[in-house]
């Protein structure tokens, strides 16, 4: 529909400022551009130094306090900090949450890569397919946690009359509340229900770069499909697959609304993750203190996870 | 025309606030909080509550309403989500002029300066002194008082009449002590059918608490000491109540339901008239009733005899950041007056707040509503500052003990780690 | 081409490709309908009543609370302001950062980023304290500020990539048009990003009409609910059952607008994606 397509292919690798500055001219140039860029900038400036780097440094700030609801907090550090040591329920929900992001990362990403190489080839219907491997991302995750509410439930699911009628159950089983097995794999049914589409389109789009010459040549080479898939489908893939990986697994340790509404952190604290108690010691136990401090170790754990997927891939790329 | 709309709201919002922290400050450092000449016709205040007691307080402000020309408009929360709505609220400067709380909540409010201070006002009724003591001392700290009983509910044990007939048991008799009242349910279960003997929230440390703890209080024994402070819970008196809640999950007397019940369908259980026998709030009887069940009331036993009731409910205070004080206590006080008390809340089968209106002719008329105000006398309001982080919300140390003593490997291993779970956490600051 | 090439091989060959080719539509349809069953499902169980089939499901959730009608303004107002946020901001960043050079260009662009980086209660908790100073608590306006800040990096990345990708001769004409740099951009360029617009705008709204964490800790009046904070309170409403159907029925109501705009949508929905994702 537009003629002037946006392809990231026919852009420069970096159009940089425009270089029609002629010599002689170009520095006052230069300057009144520099003051038009920073003038467009400048909602942006706003928007990150007022909402992101205040609250970063107000977390910070807030973490060395007493920080009651109401009247004025009171310096108590580093008392937040150390306490968390001793709270039973966060050491359970770091180990769930760890645990529960190796599962759903290798889950979500094995489904999603075999969605994404069922669909890569151009064939009739495959449009459709796509669609409807995706769909389920269009519906907002808080909504889809309460659609499998219903879906999973014992009390009007189709799944337990389903799973009757084929003979793998013989009796109705209680999937959200009944076991932690049965609660982490409502939750894993879930997430992979909801994201499986929307990584298989991210990981599409890395399948679609790779040169269709590369196959054709390994197949007249001989190679079978597992082959073709080691040696050139997942090497070239590899950027795609690492910024994948590293949305799978922020997205897990962060994990929150699918937990609050599915499972409330049940059976027996067994789905109670990390930023569910963060909410727990804002909300329940009213320490915003202990909340900030909590937010800052995850702020630290996050940059330093981050920092090291990022230096493994670049090392990676090098090679 | 959208953002500059937003922004005008926006800066009035701000100024709002300004005021209300100014008014706020001002009020608190009267100490006495006097009312605003004027203020308090033509108000409309606003008020938030549960809604597990939504009923109730609809009623009192319908009435109050119709006779009054202040206008009192209620908003009600899903009771899961309502504590932690009050904190958020709280912190922003947005509560409404009244909220209510789980009485049990009340000391941790009260301590975190969330309602004013009505002490003049609460001492100048001409009926303070028969205002349900353990309410008052929830809402009260250093001698003065925040918050006023609102709603009051009792633990009592719903038996199903027709179901008693069915089994061969006498519908006039129902259990004195708890040994008997596991006997009856599993008689009951015996029936058949989706007919089961008893249920029982084992997955709600509120539902528990509220309906078990008064067993253990039968038999004598406390479930932590009188400031809150230490849990006691692994006593004699509690594991040999759990001991009979265990065998009856154990056995499958219990609905099968029971076991993931977290409260959100307690009532509806009760309602399908499946049960024989259940203990269960005071206030669901006209519920009940209306279902069309024969349910017969009962105190609840201990295991050895004797008979208690956790008192609960809702108490109410106004908002510290609340502008329209003098108003909020023309409602609150006529709440507690006889009309109130008597012609909407006893009319109504529930429970009243004052002593000295216990014998109404709506009690009177009815059998059942008189068990309740019966042992309204021996029951008792447990009291600690950090209730809902250690027993109610489904994270709490408690909901973890009592799972552990109904469906763990050991009840007194749940019991003995239970206690220094739990007192760790009433400690926390 | 593959298929021009099985025509010259051998008629085995041909019947396992056959086999191949059932083989894969069934698998691929399988799973087609295992990701709709739970959509179709839900539209199901929202129009299931007692006695067969009707809206009575949809009637009580209009009623819920303060009536439908509010959660839905407050969810319009906060998506409209966070679209048209993101919107003016990014595309005026994007503008920036993609053709100007400015001391502290990429510094700023970089700490726009590393939004991304940060885990997102971290920051709502401070937020909410932020926002009470500011007036701005319990407030659709601060939430869609909020919402803003959280869809400042991909908007930012993306139309910074999409005015990178415009040819100069188009500035350069438009310079010689004698036009500023703003009406160059109002004018000439914006044209030129439409796409990233469309992907923006769509992402925006997606994020913003769905939102719930951020929703459930900055808006605490139930007047101020948007429909996420409302359906899920609808779970615990009817005091002693969960009502099943009511639940659906704002299932429905809520995903009807995403999934409509999606397939509307879904080609710049896509495209927008490949260009984000291709570039970093």
């Not at chain 3, 090439?5 to 056959?18: E, I, K, L, N």
Request: aromatic share 10%; net charge positive; proline share 5%.
């Amino acid at each position: 529909m537009q003629t002037t397509t946006v392809s990231p292919q026919d852009a420069p690798p970096d159009a940089g400022p425009p270089a029609g500055a002629r010599p002689g001219r170009r520095s006052r140039r230069a300057t009144r551009r520099a003051v038009s860029g920073w003038a467009y900038a400048l909602p942006t400036a706003a928007v990150v130094a007022l909402l992101f780097l205040t609250p970063l440094v107000l977390v910070v700030w807030m973490s060395l306090h007493h920080w009651p609801l109401l009247g004025n907090p009171t310096f108590n550090a580093p008392q937040n900090y150390s306490e968390l040591a001793q709270n039973n329920l966060l050491m359970s929900a770091v180990w769930f949450t760890l645990r529960y992001t190796v599962i759903m990362t290798v889950v979500l990403f094995a489904v999603s890569l075999g969605l994404a190489l069922l669909v890569q080839n151009p064939r009739p219907g495959v449009g459709l397919l796509r669609t409807a491997y995706f769909l389920p991302a269009a519906v907002g995750f808080a909504t889809a946690s309460l659609l499998f509410l219903g879906f999973l439930s014992s009390a009007v699911g189709p799944v337990n009359p389903i799973l009757q009628h084929l003979g793998l159950i013989s009796a109705p089983v209680d999937w959200i509340s009944g076991s932690p097995g049965g609660a982490l794999g409502s939750i894993v049914t879930l997430v992979t229900w909801r994201f499986a589409g929307f990584n298989m389109i991210i990981l599409l789009t890395g399948l679609q770069a790779i040169p269709v010459e590369l196959y054709e040549a390994a197949r007249v080479d001989g190679a079978n499909r597992l082959q073709c898939l080691r040696r050139i489908t997942l090497p070239l893939l590899r950027p795609t697959i690492a910024l994948v990986l590293i949305m799978m697994i922020t997205g897990s340790l962060l994990a929150f609304d699918q937990f609050y509404i599915l499972t409330k952190g049940g059976p027996d604290d067994s789905t109670t993750s990390v930023v569910m108690v963060i909410v727990r010691e804002a909300f329940v136990r009213f320490d915003l203190g202990s909340a900030a401090a909590l937010s800052v170790l995850a702020l630290v754990v996050l940059l330093i996870l981050n920092v090291l997927q990022l230096s493994i891939l670049r090392r990676r790329n090098d090679s | 025309m959208f953002r500059t709309r937003h922004l005008r709201r926006a800066v009035s919002a701000a100024m709002a606030a300004l005021v209300l922290a100014v008014t706020g400050s001002a009020c608190s450092s009267g100490g006495s909080g006097q009312p605003a000449a004027g203020a308090t016709t033509g108000v409309t205040i606003t008020m938030w509550t549960r809604a597990g007691t939504q009923s109730q307080t609809q009623a009192l402000i319908d009435a109050y309403n119709a006779s009054h020309k202040n206008h009192v408009v209620l908003t009600v929360y899903p009771n899961e989500q309502y504590p932690a709505k009050i904190a958020s609220a709280a912190g922003a400067h947005a509560l409404p002029d009244i909220f209510t709380s789980d009485v049990v909540f009340a000391p941790n409010y009260v301590s975190q300066g969330l309602w004013a201070d009505v002490t003049s006002q609460f001492n100048a009724l001409s009926f303070k002194s028969d205002v349900v003591p353990s309410f008052i001392r929830a809402g009260s700290a250093n001698g003065k008082v925040y918050a006023i009983p609102h709603a009051l509910d009792l633990s009592v044990m719903y038996y199903n009449k027709t179901l008693y007939k069915k089994a061969g048991l006498d519908p006039d008799k129902p259990p004195t002590t708890l040994a008997e009242y596991a006997t009856q349910a599993r008689a009951i279960a015996k029936l058949g059918g989706g007919v089961y003997g008893t249920y029982e929230g084992g997955n709600c440390g509120g539902c528990v608490e509220f309906t078990v703890w008064p067993s253990i209080w039968a038999d004598g024994g406390q479930v932590m000491n009188a400031a809150g402070t230490q849990s006691t819970i692994d006593s004699p008196q509690a594991q040999a109540v759990l001991q009979v809640y265990r065998g009856l999950f154990a056995d499958g007397t219990m609905a099968p339901a029971a076991k993931q019940e977290d409260g959100t369908t307690w009532l509806g259980a009760l309602e399908n008239g499946n049960i024989g026998i259940a203990p269960g709030p005071f206030s669901w009887y006209s519920l009940l009733k209306q279902k069309g069940l024969d349910m017969g009331v009962a105190p609840i036993p201990g295991v050895n005899g004797g008979q208690s009731t956790f008192i609960g409910g809702d108490v109410a205070g106004i908002s510290a950041t609340s502008s329209h004080e003098a108003a909020a206590w023309d409602f609150l006080s006529w709440t507690l007056g006889q009309q109130a008390q008597v012609d909407v809340i006893a009319k109504a089968s529930e429970m009243i707040a004052r002593t000295d209106l216990a014998d109404n002719q709506y009690a009177e008329a009815d059998p059942n509503v008189l068990v309740g105000n019966q042992v309204l006398a021996k029951g008792q309001t447990p009291y600690a500052l950090n209730f809902n982080a250690s027993y109610n919300d489904p994270q709490s140390p408690w909901t973890t003990t009592l799972r552990g003593a109904f469906f763990g490997p050991s009840l007194t291993q749940a019991l003995a780690t239970g206690q220094s779970a739990i007192t760790s956490s009433l400690q926390q600051q | 081409m593959s298929t021009r090439r099985t025509d010259r091989r051998p008629r085995t060959y041909r019947s396992r490709r056959a086999a191949g080719k059932l083989g894969y539509y069934t698998t691929a349809t399988a799973l087609a309908i295992l990701f709709l069953f739970p959509l179709l499902w839900s539209g199901w169980a929202s129009v299931r009543t007692s006695n067969g089939f009707g809206l009575a499901n949809y009637r009580n959730m209009v009623h819920y609370g303060d009536g439908i009608g509010t959660y839905l303004m407050n969810s319009v107002e906060v998506t409209a302001l966070t679209v048209a946020g993101t919107l003016t901001v990014s595309l005026l960043g994007g503008y920036a950062f993609g053709r100007f050079r400015f001391p502290g260009k990429n510094a700023l662009f970089l700490a726009t980023l590393a939004i991304l980086m940060v885990p997102y209660p971290t920051i709502l908790i401070p937020l909410y304290v932020l926002l009470g100073w500011l007036g701005l608590q319990n407030s659709l306006l601060g939430l869609a500020a909020v919402l803003v800040m959280f869809q400042l990096p991909f908007a930012t990345f993306l139309m910074r990539n999409a005015f990178e990708a415009v040819p100069q001769e188009f500035e350069d004409s438009a310079a010689v048009d004698g036009c500023g740099t703003f009406a160059t951009l109002s004018r000439v360029m914006i044209h030129a990003v439409r796409p990233a617009v469309v992907t923006v705008g769509l992402f925006a709204f997606l994020a913003a009409w769905n939102e719930f964490f951020a929703a459930l800790i900055l808006l605490n009046s139930s007047d101020k609910f948007t429909l996420p904070l409302a359906v899920v309170a609808m779970e615990g409403r009817t005091f002693g059952s969960i009502d099943y159907p009511t639940l659906q029925a704002g299932v429905v109501f809520m995903a009807i607008p995403c999934l409509m705009l999606f397939l509307v949508l879904q080609r710049s929905y896509v495209r927008g994606f490949m260009a984000g994702a291709l570039r970093s």
